[in-house]
């Protein structure tokens, strides 16, 4: 081990790894729902699910069919795992006949225009949610949107900080330390984050309706796959779009990322402007610039703050720093129906704190192309015995690299557990799957399709009833968790009514308003 990761380690460790365990876990975890044939739903959100617009469990993301389950932020992975059962089988008995969609790459679905936008109301932020959405359909298509995934939010415990900047010797106020720290340990995710494609993607593959991935290889009549690829919802197919490529943001310091961002927001993009913004009194996107809003940068991993009512994310970041980090590089695990389970959440939490406490100095351009360069190598090939990714201005194996990596996520797994958990048992167990990579999720799910000579389609939506049969058979939820689930999605349906009547201004004039504090 390096010596700055391991006295690092060991100075916030001396009195025991307290300081280590109790770190918050929250969950984002996105499904299609579907028809009882497989088909993508074409009905509303469900009304006993509440307001999708308000409702702080249960919303959508870009398409009404496409249902987010969000969780709050827990000290265990058990309490988040559990609530992510809960919100299950809550909807679930909001659902009838349909179904949620096992896997992140997506059903069979129709032509792009008839995949139904999500809706909001008639609120003038809920008109804006909508609007995004409908841009982000002539910006990229609407079936790259269908692509789900499982967004992983975590922050280090309150007590981590004091005992690390102690350690440290650094003279900055503690909320400047803070997110200078969160921004090391992103920009080591960004280096070695491809480890989480490798031993957690489950996308090896996808169905033909998916036009986008005709230039991939046939594994049988209705399915496109490659061979040897973890995560194409990961790889330029999906959310490492090439739309994208061009727009750099700097994580080397909040203010030079909040600036790009920014300018990213403002910057136009003669692509953008041929489509029009406002055409024949109908909104198609919010405007014609590189991004509409932030949340169109697609990255692995983002900083986060948990913003005002109103405030953008960028302003929230500017006002008192970084709160916190979301993961956003999981697929969907079709071989757990939660598509998460804790052993998952163990290792990006302990992988999240090794991130931080290894070396991690200024991402340079070269460095930020390299990184690029193994994320989208490892997301279409990373099981290729040939594979070799690009590491200080040299190559190296994936096997070699992974083994240490893992050797010290191991470390700080077995910190974790002087405070009594099951860290180090996770760790040790996707060790494995360096060594044996048919072990990964990626291999599994090829693996049953090439045995079963099923279709990718036929797969999944087996996989989605045997889940729905899994919610229904499990322990009922309590009276009480039952009731906190219900009682918010009314309450959330009061919500977006007082929004809707307290607007006393033009969606243009909304739009100029929130653009301006850009």
């Known amino acids: 081990m390096q010596q700055g990761f391991e006295k690092r380690l060991a100075d916030v460790t001396v009195n025991g790894g307290g300081v280590l365990y109790g770190g918050l876990k929250g969950v984002e975890k996105e499904s299609l729902r579907i028809s009882p044939d497989g088909l993508l739903a074409q009905t509303p959100h469900p009304s006993g699910l509440g307001s999708a617009l308000t409702n702080r469990y249960i919303t959508t993301d870009f398409s009404e069919a496409l249902l987010e389950f969000v969780t709050p932020a827990f000290a265990t992975t058990w309490e988040a795992l559990r609530c992510v059962c809960d919100i299950h089988q809550f909807t679930y008995t909001h659902l009838g006949d349909e179904m949620l969609w096992a896997s992140s790459m997506p059903c069979r679905i129709p032509r792009d225009r008839e995949i139904p936008l999500a809706r909001y109301g008639d609120s003038n932020v809920g008109r804006m949610k909508t609007i995004y959405r409908r841009g982000l359909g002539y910006r990229y298509g609407r079936e790259m949107q269908l692509i789900a995934g499982v967004h992983f939010n975590y922050s280090l415990p309150d007590a981590f900080w004091p005992a690390y900047l102690a350690a440290t010797g650094s003279t900055l106020a503690p909320a400047e330390f803070r997110s200078e720290q969160y921004l090391a340990m992103i920009r080591n995710f960004r ?112 900083p986060k703050r948990v913003a005002c009512s109103g405030e953008q994310p960028t302003a929230a970041l500017r006002r008192d720093g970084i709160e916190y980090v979301e993961v956003r590089a ?74 240490e990596i893992l050797d010290k996520v191991l470390a700080v797994a077995e910190a974790i557990d002087r405070s009594d958990d099951n860290y180090s048992a996770a760790i040790r167990q996707y060790r494995t799957y360096v060594d044996d990579p048919e072990a990964t999720p990626s291999a599994r799910i090829i693996q049953e399709l090439e045995t079963t000579s099923a279709s990718f389609f036929e797969l999944a939506l087996e996989t989605a009833r045997r889940h729905r049969d899994y919610f229904a058979s499990i322990e009922p939820l309590s009276e009480s968790r039952a009731q906190v689930l219900a009682d918010e999605a009314a309450a959330s349906c009061k919500r977006q009514r007082d929004i809707e009547a307290a607007d006393d201004i033009s969606l243009d004039e909304y739009f100029e308003r929130y653009f301006q504090a850009c």
């Open 191 to 302: 280096r070695m984050g491809w480890i989480i494609l490798y031993l957690f993607g489950a996308s090896p593959a996808v169905c033909k309706s998916f036009g986008a991935a005709a230039d991939l290889d046939t594994l049988n009549a209705d399915t496109w796959f490659e061979r040897w690829a973890t995560s194409l919802r990961m790889s330029d197919l999906g959310y490492s779009n090439k739309n994208q490529s061009r727009i750099n943001i700097s994580l080397n310091s909040l203010d030079e990322y909040v600036r790009d961002l920014s300018n990213a927001i403002q910057t136009p993009e003669p692509s953008y402007e041929a489509i029009g913004v406002k055409v024949d009194g109908t909104y198609r996107q919010l405007n014609a610039n590189l991004l509409q809003i932030e949340n169109e940068y697609y990255s692995s991993v983002r």
């Open 330 to 403: 999981l697929d969907l695990n079709m071989l757990d129906p939660s598509g998460i389970n804790q052993n998952t959440m163990r290792f990006i939490e302990a992988f999240l704190i090794y991130c931080l406490l290894e070396n991690s100095p200024p991402l340079t351009v070269a460095e930020m192309e390299d990184a690029a360069w193994n994320h989208t190598q490892t997301a279409k090939r990373g099981r290729d015995p040939e594979l070799r990714l690009r590491r200080n201005g040299d190559e190296t194996t994936l096997r070699e690299w992974a083994g």
